[in-house]
């Protein structure tokens, strides 16, 4: 089959392949909870090329939308799938390649209504999960997510990313009041379009000292999709003043990554009670909430879509690692 491949004794190199093997997969006897999927779209991440083969495996991607082509014997009956079902989720053997193998627990139905298009599933698993789940874990979004958080003021640093525009439409999507976003000054209309009431440039220095200077305690969450991200960048100690305290609640501060010293603190179990680094979980509730979240404001993530072939791959690598990317960028793999 089709397969975009990492390369090398580490796997920094990457390329694509005509003749990789097809995934081996048991219906019964062994891994009976999984799926056998046609891959129709594959999405990547910044950690697709940050580590190394040994971790992730030889093929590219977690992300993809594809029908299901054959399913485990024990897939539980509630979770309603069958041959045939158009899903979306996170592959367990690599998503850039025309089959791959996907565990039933983190995956979902694709929504068959609102004219949702397989390169926009593809985009949701990684990206739009964490930013839910920070959210959540940042006291903005709860398990049924009825009560609109008209009251909350959040802060979105890295807004013009794939996580950042999935914080600012989720936020949009819960009602929350005061959406501030940090970016460039060329994306701050695509943030507002996306959900963001305010922007700040943080090329500009003086505007970006301000509002931290302004902005203590007025935050009820800051969601930071931007630290440690590949330029040097870490709003994490500065962050924390904005947090609201008091009798009013206090903030949370949620990141997707950070220092070495804070990555420590989180794996020993030290981390401070106002601050979070996310370690994203799938699962199959929360992608349908994304999916129902969306849909209550009609929006939809923001997509790039490239060839499935060594220069679309060289594309989109050198734009994440330029940091050059908005949205996400998704694999036309059928």
């Not at 994304?290 to 939809?300: E, F, I, N, Y």
Request: charged fraction near 25%; include cysteine.
């Amino acid at each position: 089959m089709k397969a975009a491949i990492r390369k090398g004794i580490l796997g920094y190199n990457f390329s694509v392949t005509d003749n990789y093997s097809k995934p081996a997969y048991y219906s019964s006897g062994k891994n009976t909870n999984d799926v056998l999927i046609k891959i129709n779209a594959a999405a990547i991440n910044p950690c697709d090329y940050k580590a190394p083969r040994a971790l992730l495996g030889p093929v590219i991607g977690y992300d993809f939308c594809g029908t299901i082509t054959d399913i485990g014997d024990q897939v539980e009956a509630d979770q309603k799938l069958k041959v045939g079902d158009l899903v979306f989720g996170i592959c367990s053997k690599g998503s850039l390649a025309e089959y791959s193998i996907a565990k039933a627990s983190v995956i979902a139905k694709a929504p068959t209504t609102s004219n949702w298009k397989p390169s926009e599933c593809a985009a949701l698993p990684v990206a739009y999960q964490s930013a839910l789940q920070g959210l959540r874990r940042g006291g903005i979004i709860d398990k049924e997510c009825a009560q609109l958080q008209t009251d909350k003021a959040v802060l979105i640093i890295g807004a013009s990313g794939g996580c950042g525009i999935a914080g600012l439409q989720l936020c949009r999507a819960v009602g929350v009041s005061r959406i501030v976003a940090i970016c460039s000054k060329k994306n701050e209309q695509l943030v507002r379009d996306k959900g963001a009431t305010e922007v700040v440039n943080y090329t500009d220095q003086d505007e970006l000292e301000s509002f931290y200077r302004d902005s203590v305690a007025k935050f009820d969450a800051v969601y930071d999709a931007a630290t440690s991200s590949g330029a040097g960048e870490d709003y994490w100690d500065k962050s924390i003043p904005l947090l609201k305290t008091g009798d009013g609640g206090s903030g949370h501060y949620v990141t997707l990554n950070g220092s070495k010293s804070k990555w420590i603190r989180s794996l020993t179990g030290r981390e401070k009670q106002d601050q979070s680094l996310i370690y994203m979980k799938p699962n199959t509730e929360d992608l349908e909430l994304v999916v129902s979240l969306l849909d209550r404001t009609g929006a939809r993530p923001l997509v790039n879509i490239l060839p499935f072939n060594v220069d679309g791959l060289k594309e989109a690598f050198d734009g994440l690692k330029g940091r050059r990317t908005t949205g996400k960028i998704v694999f036309d793999v059928a």
